[in-house]
């Protein structure tokens, strides 16, 4: 059967589903444009110019907003990508959101009214937040402390989220699907934590602190006060319980079961990335 291969543009070609959609794209062969600052041509988001050169000859884009949807603003630049992308020609958009954000919810209904066939990832928090970003540091040292208390989360593995995003640019089948992602089970921050230090064999606690100590710690450590406000959002409306209870979205669009935590504990452990510093 023949087949066109058209250019996809990845947005947030460095993160991690970025990366990973990227990765297994160009090894199989697929045209991709990296849409990274360090990219050429270099990808944007705070500069609108730099947006034709990266939509020029694309057909499907994969859209990851930085730092994350919720943020003042998020709403009106992914609707102007939309817009520009669109026009440019663009008939294929996959949109990873997130569970539980009103926010993320109008960037979602931008996406769905764009004209293109679209796809929306409506992602849980990952698994990967405890090995490759926010959390790793901490559990490295031995205690990770967070303003959230005995609240489960079904965690998913961004290798789910990724082989749905490859599926949904590069094959029929998935165009006006809202896929909620999230894992098989749903876990506490301590029950996370405790099964990496099992895995591990290694004393790692976890500290639930109050939202205001949490903040005072983040102002302490000089981050921008928009960041600390995306955090605190974060921690205390979206992980309120809401999000809780398990979709079948991986289910739905791969016709298997997601990937369970117990499981990325080991393949990462192996990795060695959380042996101890000392």
């Known amino acids: 059967m023949k087949t066109t291969q058209e250019t996809i543009l990845i947005l947030g070609a460095t993160g991690k589903t970025g990366r990973r959609i990227a990765q297994r794209l160009q090894a199989d062969g697929v045209p991709v444009r990296l849409g990274s600052r360090g990219a050429n041509p270099a990808f944007d988001w ?3 110019s730099t ?3 990266v939509l020029d000859g694309v057909r499907a884009a994969y859209i990851s907003f930085q730092p994350d949807l919720a943020v003042p603003g998020a709403v009106e630049t992914v609707q102007a990508f939309t817009y520009q992308a669109v026009k440019s020609g663009v008939r294929k958009l996959v949109l990873l959101s997130g569970r539980g954000e009103v926010e993320a919810e109008h960037a979602e209904r931008v996406v769905q009214n764009s004209g293109a066939d679209w796809t929306i990832l409506r992602a849980s928090w990952f698994f990967q937040n405890f090995s490759e970003a926010h959390f790793l540091e901490p559990i490295l040292q031995g205690e990770l402390v967070l303003p959230v208390g005995n609240v489960a989360e079904p965690f998913v593995d961004v290798e ?8 949904a640019l590069t094959k029929p089948g998935h165009a006006g699907q809202l896929y909620e992602l999230t894992g098989p089970r749903a876990l506490t921050f301590a029950e996370a934590v405790a099964e990496i230090a099992r895995e591990t064999e290694r004393d ?3 500290v639930a602190v109050p939202p205001d100590a949490y903040r005072q710690a983040l102002e302490q450590a000089q ?9 605190l959002y974060l921690f205390t409306t979206v992980l309120d319980g809401r999000n809780t209870p398990v979709a079948d979205g991986v289910q739905r669009a791969l016709g298997r079961p997601a990937r369970d935590f117990s499981d990325y504990v080991r393949r990462t452990a192996a990795t060695g990335v959380w042996a101890s510093e000392e």
């Open 223 to 231: 981050l921008p006060a928009e960041l600390i406000d995306l955090v």
């Open 204 to 206: 790692i606690a976890f």
């Open 51 to 53: 947006w034709a050169a």
């Open 160 to 167: 789910d989220i990724a082989e749905i995003a490859i599926e």
């Open 46 to 48: 705070e500069d609108r």
